[in-house]
């Protein structure tokens, strides 16, 4: 037996190195977990720029002006929209030139008769910038006054006799 003890004490020694290094490798396997953690509900939604309008159709028409007439006529432009918006009005003349540069064109906001946002020809009317529009329902009444002044002369008076004029006026907006 004196010859298998050492054969054995060997093999002891194998086993107890193997189960030592196994435990070894199998501890550095070992990883910590965390519960996950859900955070739901983040949302999200475009806002919008839109508007309205008082009343409906033209603002002021004038069928017979004579020399010294004027016509008068007031809107009023609402931001109906979620977001602010910056405003502009835009114009575009049609019809005879010689009359829409002749109208004259007063454009007041807020305060009929007040400062004029636009004080000039109704054909040489293209645009004016309005301000910023605050979100949900900020309004602003815009009042408009065409004349028809004297040309300073009977024979240019006359000129203008018979003619016809229109004046397309757009509100836009582009967010604030």
């Known amino acids: 037996m004196s010859k298998n003890l050492p054969l054995t004490k060997i093999l002891l020694s194998l086993a107890a190195i193997s189960v030592v290094a196994v435990a070894a490798v199998g501890g550095t396997f070992a990883n910590f977990t965390a519960t996950p953690t859900t955070i739901s509900s983040n949302a999200f939604a475009s806002g919008s720029l839109t508007m309205s309008r008082s009343g409906s159709g033209a603002i002021f028409t004038s069928a017979a002006m004579k020399i010294g007439d004027t016509a008068t006529g007031s809107v009023t432009i609402t931001n109906t929209g979620s977001l602010a918006g910056a405003y502009s009005l835009t114009g575009s003349s049609s019809g005879t030139a010689a009359l829409a540069n002749q109208l004259h064109l007063t454009l007041y906001k ?8 636009y004080d000039g020809s109704l054909g040489g009317f293209s645009s004016v910038s309005l301000g910023t529009f605050s979100a949900n329902g900020d309004a602003h009444t815009f009042y408009f006054h065409v004349s028809l002044p004297t040309t300073g002369s009977n ?3 006359n000129a203008l006799q018979g003619l016809s004029a229109d004046e397309s006026f757009t509100w836009s907006a582009v967010q604030a």
């Open 155 to 157: 024979a240019g008076d």
């Open 110 to 117: 807020d305060v009929d008769g007040g400062t004029a946002i």
